[in-house]
């Protein structure tokens, strides 16, 4: 391959990493911003009063599917996080390599620039990938380095985490505050444990 042809390849595999990484990013945070909305939406309506809530015994399983919701939520959107940010190492990866080796070029060097030596094989894409264990490991990769992106992939996962939980949160005790729910908790409770748990003894 001729050496300005091979300087125009390595400059569109180059700008298109770096264009899918970017696109990624956006996706990244309309992920992250989207959620923590719906999150301060549902909040700040049963804080409103706007929301209707049920004073009969459906107000219980109406705590317990607000916390389903809002952390099922969550887990998927760190999940798709997890995967963006996965994504985002390999294509800065390639990008990296694709501009040493421009650099390299223009140095008067004849650096290798194949396929095998521009893209990750498997082995390096595990590596480059992010997991649910990574987000508490201090270390990612085999020879002791973080894992790139792993600072603001943790940031954002902690972001979202605290908004589902402070979400939730408010709901709930908004909830249970209007109708005595912790009251009735405790009647049922004294209920079983004075009249069924004796007999079943």
């Known amino acids: 391959m ?3 042809s091979k300087l125009e390849w390595l400059k569109f595999l180059s700008s ?9 990013r956006k996706h990244e945070w309309k992920t992250l911003l989207s959620l923590i ?34 952390l099922f939520a ?4 760190v999940h798709f996080l997890l995967d963006l940010h996965s994504a985002n190492n390999i294509n ?5 390599k694709s501009e040493n080796a421009i650099v390299d070029i223009l140095n008067g060097e004849s650096p290798e620039t194949s396929r095998k030596t521009l893209i990750p094989d498997d082995d390096r894409k595990k590596e480059l990938q992010i997991g649910w264990y990574d987000l508490v490991k201090s270390r990612g990769q085999k020879n002791g380095e973080p894992k790139l992106g792993m600072w603001a992939c943790r940031a954002q996962v902690l972001i979202l985490l605290l908004f589902a939980v402070a ?4 709901v709930t ?5 209007k109708y005595d729910v912790v009251q009735r908790i405790v009647g049922w409770l004294q ?8 007999d079943l003894i």
Not at 92 to 96: D, Q, R, Y
Not at 167 to 170: E, R
Not at 191 to 198: A, E, M, R, S, Y
């Open 92 to 96: 800065k990866e390639i990008a990296n």
């Open 173 to 177: 005790v908004t909830m249970a505050s």
């Open 16 to 24: 298109t990493h770096r264009t899918e990484f970017n696109e990624r």
């Open 2 to 4: 001729e050496e300005k």
């Open 167 to 170: 979400g939730a949160f408010v």
């Open 74 to 77: 969550a887990v998927i959107a």
């Open 37 to 70: 909305t719906f999150y301060i939406l549902c909040a700040a309506s049963v804080l409103s009063g706007k929301f209707k809530i049920p004073s009969n015994p459906l107000i219980l399983i109406l705590i317990l599917l607000t916390w389903v919701v809002f």
């Open 191 to 198: 209920l079983f444990f004075l009249n069924f748990l004796p």
